[in-house]
C-alpha cells in the first residue's frame, strides 16, 4: 500500500495569536486544492486555539509541539493530552531534538509522552537523530536504535502503526545544512529495517517516515524521491506561507 506523503510545519516559538492566524489564512488559500498530501502545522500552545477555529473544515490538521503525560496535576506550565483534545489537536510532535537538548527529555520520558498522546487519541510524531559528533564518530545507527528501542518500548503493532517517525540530523536543524538525499535515505532505510525487526513487515512498509533537518523549496523534491522518505517536518521554512506552500506542492515540481 503506497505511504501518503506527510508535510508538517514546526513553526516552534514563533508567532503572535494575530501572526498565527494571518499565516494560516494565507495557507488556507495557498493550498486549496492540494491532492495526495497530508498537512499539519503546529503552532506555539498560545495560538492552537485560534488556529484551530481558521483552519476547521479544512484540509490542514492541527498539531502540538509538545505534551506532558499527566492528564492534570501540579505541573507549572506543561500542558495535558486533555487541554489538545479540547482544542481539536490531531497530532503532538514528541521528542524534538531541541527538547531533548534544551529541556532534558529521555528516552524513559519521550517514551511516557508517546504512550500517554496515544491513550488519548492522539497520534505522534516521534522525533529521533544524532548530533553532528555522534555522526563524525560513526554512531548515527547506534543513537538511532537507542532511540527508537527507547520510544517505542512497550509499544505493540496496534500502536506503532498511529505512530509517524519524523528522522532530524540534529546537524542539520536550522543550521541551513541538509543531509543529502542519499544520507537521508540511508537513514531512513535503517529505520524501517530497524522497526521490521521490531514489528513486522508488513507493519514497517506501513509507517511513514519524516525527514526532518533546513527543508526548502529547492531540496524538498530530491528527498522525496527518496523510496523510504514519506514526507517532511519543516521547520524555518513553514513561517512564511510562499515556502511552506511550494514544500507541499512538492509533487508539482
Request: proline share 3%; glycine share 12%.
Amino acid at each position: 500500500m503506497a505511504r501518503l506523503p506527510f508535510v508538517a510545519g514546526n513553526w516552534k516559538m514563533n508567532k503572535t495569536v494575530g501572526e498565527a492566524v494571518e499565516l494560516v489564512k494565507q495557507l488556507k488559500a495557498s493550498l486549496s486544492g492540494v491532492e495526495g498530501v497530508e498537512v499539519a502545522i503546529a503552532p506555539p500552545f498560545t495560538a492552537l486555539d485560534a488556529v484551530g477555529r481558521e483552519i476547521e473544515g479544512s484540509a490542514i490538521r492541527l498539531a502540538a509541539q509538545t505534551l506532558f503525560w499527566e492528564e492534570k496535576g501540579a505541573f507549572t506550565g506543561e500542558i495535558s493530552p486533555l487541554m489538545l483534545n479540547d482544542l481539536g489537536c490531531r497530532y503532538v510532535i514528541i521528542g524534538h531534538s531541541e527538547r531533548r537538548q534544551l529541556f532534558g527529555e529521555t528516552d524513559e520520558t519521550v517514551n511516557k509522552r508517546m504512550k500517554t498522546a496515544l491513550n488519548h487519541g492522539l497520534l505522534p510524531i516521534f522525533c529521533i537523530g544524532e548530533t553532528l559528533k555522534e555522526r563524525e564518530d560513526g554512531k548515527t545507527f547506534s543513537v538511532i536504535e537507542r532511540q527508537l528501542e527507547g520510544g517505542l518500548k512497550g509499544f505493540g503493532g496496534k500502536e506503532i502503526q498511529k505512530v509517524v517517525v519524523a528522522y532530524e540530523p540534529v546537524w542539520a536543524i536550522g543550521t541551513g545544512k541538509t543531509a543529502t538525499p542519499q544520507q537521508a535515505e540511508e537513514v531512513h532505510r535503517y529505520i524501517r529495517e530497524k522497526l521490521e525487526r521490531l514489528y513486522t513487515r508488513e507493519i514497517a512498509g506501513e509507517i511513514r517516515i519524516q525527514y526532518g533537518g533546513s527543508v526548502t523549496p529547492e531540496n524538498v523534491k530530491g528527498l522525496m524521491n527518496q523510496d523510504n522518505i514519506d514526507g517532511a517536518l519543516v521547520g524555518g521554512a513553514s513561517l512564511k506561507s510562499e515556502t511552506f506552500s511550494r514544500i507541499v506542492r512538492f509533487k508539482e515540481m
